[in-house]
C-alpha cells in the first residue's frame, strides 16, 4: 500500500465538507497550528501560509487570539471534548465561529494532536439575537399592557366609587320634598352622571377589544324579551325628541338564541343609541330578520332613521375608533366615537358583520348580521334560561330608562345587613338607601372590622366593598365563608359593592364564595334586583 504524502493529506482534508483544523500539542503544552483545509483558511481569513507553527495568540492577536488560545490549552489540560465559540472581527459584522475541539493520543497515550470542526454560525447568532429581541420587545409590549389594564382598573375604580356617591346622593334627594327647579337640578346631575359612567364603559370596553380579552358567554336567551326591553328603554328618549320608533319583528323570527344575551344588547343599544341620536324629526326603525341560509349571518337587524345622514367621506371611517357619524355640534359634544368601533368589534367576534348605507339629509341604515342560532333543543327551557340572562342585565336597563322597582324592597324590612365600605360618602348612600327600606344598617370601615362585628353578631346580608384599607373585601369574605366551615354557622349572604369592573373580579368574588356582585356606581333599583336574585 502506497503511504501517504502531505499532498495526500491536504486533498484529504479540502474533500471534508467542513472546516478542519489540526493543532500539535509541544512539550510545553502549548496548541499550535500544523494544519488546516481550505475551508477552515475562509472562514477564518487566513492566507495559505503564514500560521504554521504559530499559536492562536500569534495568529490573530487581540482579544480574538486570547480567547482562541486559552480554549486550545483548556482542551490539552482536560483531554477531552469541548465546543467553544469565538468571535472574529470583520470589515463589515463580527463573524462567530463554533468548534468541537478533540484531543488526539499515540500509542503510549501522550497528548499529540487536537482535531478540531469550525463552523460558521453568524446566521444562526443573529437568528437567535433576533428572536431574543423579539421576547424582550414581546415582554415589553405585555407589560406596557398590563400597565395600561391595571391603570385604567383603578382609573375606572377612582371614577366609579364618587360617581356612586353622586348617584346615590341624587336618588335619596328625589325622594325629599323638592320645587320643579331643584327636581330639574337634580335630573340633570343623574343624566349627565350617567353620560360620564357610559364614557367610562366605553374606554374599558375597547381597551379589552384592544388587548383582545373580551370573551363570549353563549347560552340560551329570549330576543323577543330583550327587543321589547330596549324599545321600552328608547321610548322616553325617542318621545322627548317627538320621533316615532317602529319596529318589525314578524312571528317567523324565532324568539330564543343561542348567544351572548349581554353583548348583543351592548350592540344594539349602540347602534339604536346612535340612529337616535343624530335624528331630530321624523323616526328610528329596527327590524329583525331571520335567513338560516345567509352567507354573512342568519339573525339580522336593520337600524334605519331619518336623520341627517353621513358625508360619503366619513362612511369608510365610522366603525373607526374615535370617529364620529356626523360633523354637527351635537356629534362633538357627545360621546367618545367609540360605540360604533366596540359594536363591529363585538359583532365580527361574534362571526357577523355590519354595513351602512347613507347620505347627507337622507339618514342613515345599518344592517347588522349575527351568526346566532335559535335554539330548538327545548324552546320552554331556553325561555326560561333567556329570561334569567334578561334578569341579570334588567339593572341597566332600569336604570338608563329611569325605571324604579320595588323587587325586594318588602324583604329587606327588618334584615340585619352589615356594609363594609371605607368611603364616607357612599357609607351614608347605602346606610340611608337600606334604612329607608327599614333595613337595620351597621357600617364597617374596612374588612377586618367587617369580619369582627359577623364574629360577634348575626347579620342577614353582607354586602362588602373588595377595596379597603387593613384588610381586602375578598380577605374578608374567605375569613368568614372558613369560619362558617369550622364552626357549623349557617352562611350569610355576601354581596360585593365594588367600583372594579373587569370579569376577573367577578370570578374572583364568586371564588372566595360570595353570592352575588354588584358594580359602582349601582341604583336602587339595581341594588334590589341583585338582592332578589339571591332568593
Given amino acids: 500500500m502506497k503511504r501517504l504524502q502531505v499532498t495526500d493529506f491536504y486533498s484529504m482534508l479540502d474533500a471534508i465538507g467542513m472546516a478542519v483544523i489540526v493543532l500539535e500539542v509541544g512539550d510545553d503544552g502549548i496548541p499550535r497550528y500544523a494544519a488546516m483545509n481550505s475551508r477552515a483558511r475562509v472562514i477564518s481569513k487566513l492566507p495559505a501560509e503564514g500560521w504554521f507553527g504559530k499559536t492562536a495568540m500569534e495568529v490573530f492577536g487581540g482579544s480574538t487570539g486570547e480567547r482562541a488560545l486559552a480554549k486550545h490549552i483548556e482542551v490539552a489540560r482536560a483531554a477531552e471534548e469541548v465546543t467553544y465559540e469565538i468571535n472574529l472581527p470583520a470589515v463589515h459584522k463580527e463573524r462567530y465561529i463554533r468548534t468541537t475541539m478533540s484531543p488526539v493520543f499515540d500509542e503510549t497515550g501522550k497528548l499529540t494532536h487536537l482535531v478540531g470542526s469550525s463552523a460558521d454560525v453568524t446566521s444562526e447568532r443573529e437568528r437567535d439575537a433576533a428572536l431574543e429581541l423579539a421576547k424582550i420587545a414581546k415582554q415589553e409590549a405585555e407589560a406596557a399592557s398590563q400597565a395600561k389594564e391595571r391603570f385604567l382598573a383603578e382609573m375606572s375604580h377612582e371614577i366609579r366609587t364618587p360617581m356612586n356617591g353622586i348617584l346615590g346622593i341624587c336618588e335619596l334627594l328625589q325622594d325629599t320634598s323638592l320645587d320643579e327647579e331643584q327636581s330639574l337640578l337634580a335630573n340633570t346631575i343623574l343624566s349627565s352622571t350617567n353620560a360620564l359612567l357610559k364614557i367610562v364603559n366605553e374606554v374599558l370596553d375597547f381597551s379589552q377589544i384592544i388587548a383582545d380579552k373580551i370573551s363570549l358567554h353563549y347560552e340560551p336567551f329570549s330576543l323577543r324579551d330583550l327587543v321589547d326591553e330596549i324599545v321600552t328603554l328608547f321610548s322616553a328618549k325617542t318621545s322627548f325628541k317627538g320621533l316615532e320608533f317602529r319596529l318589525d319583528y314578524p312571528d317567523a323570527v324565532p324568539s330564543v338564541f343561542v348567544g351572548d344575551a349581554s353583548k348583543t344588547r351592548q350592540i344594539l343599544l349602540n347602534v339604536i343609541g346612535n340612529a337616535i341620536k343624530f335624528t331630530d324629526e321624523g323616526y328610528v326603525s329596527l327590524a329583525v330578520s331571520y335567513d338560516p341560509a345567509s352567507a354573512r349571518g342568519p339573525l339580522q337587524f336593520v ?157 342577614d346580608l353582607i354586602l362588602m366593598d373588595l377595596s379597603m384599607p387593613v384588610m381586602g373585601g375578598l380577605e374578608a369574605a374567605r375569613r368568614i365563608r372558613q369560619h362558617e366551615t369550622e364552626t357549623g354557622r349557617a352562611e350569610c349572604r355576601i354581596v360585593a359593592l365594588t367600583a372594579n369592573a373587569q370579569k376577573s373580579d367577578t370570578r374572583a368574588c364568586f371564588e372566595v364564595g360570595m353570592n352575588g356582585f354588584l358594580t359602582k356606581p349601582f341604583r336602587r333599583a339595581e341594588l334590589l334586583a341583585c338582592l332578589a336574585s339571591l332568593d
Fill in 303 to 459: 337600524v334605519s332613521d331619518t336623520g341627517c345622514g353621513i358625508e360619503e367621506s366619513k362612511l369608510r371611517s365610522i366603525f373607526s375608533a374615535y370617529e364620529q357619524a356626523a360633523s354637527s355640534p351635537q356629534a362633538q359634544a357627545e360621546g367618545t366615537g367609540l360605540g360604533l368601533a366596540i359594536s363591529r368589534a363585538l359583532i365580527e367576534r361574534m362571526g357577523g358583520d355590519i354595513t351602512v348605507d347613507s347620505a347627507p339629509g337622507q339618514g342613515a341604515r345599518f344592517s347588522l348580521w349575527l351568526n346566532l342560532a335559535p335554539d330548538m333543543a327545548d324552546p320552554r327551557r331556553a325561555e326560561t334560561a333567556g329570561k334569567a340572562v334578561l334578569n341579570q342585565i334588567n339593572g341597566g336597563l332600569e336604570r338608563e330608562a329611569g325605571i324604579d322597582t320595588g323587587i325586594a324592597s318588602d324583604r329587606l324590612h327588618g334584615m340585619k345587613i352589615l356594609v363594609a365600605e371605607d368611603n364616607k360618602t357612599n357609607q351614608m348612600v347605602v346606610d340611608k338607601m337600606l334604612q329607608k327600606l327599614g333595613a337595620q344598617v351597621r357600617l364597617a370601615e374596612n374588612g377586618a372590622a367587617a369580619v369582627e362585628n359577623y364574629l360577634g353578631a348575626d347579620y
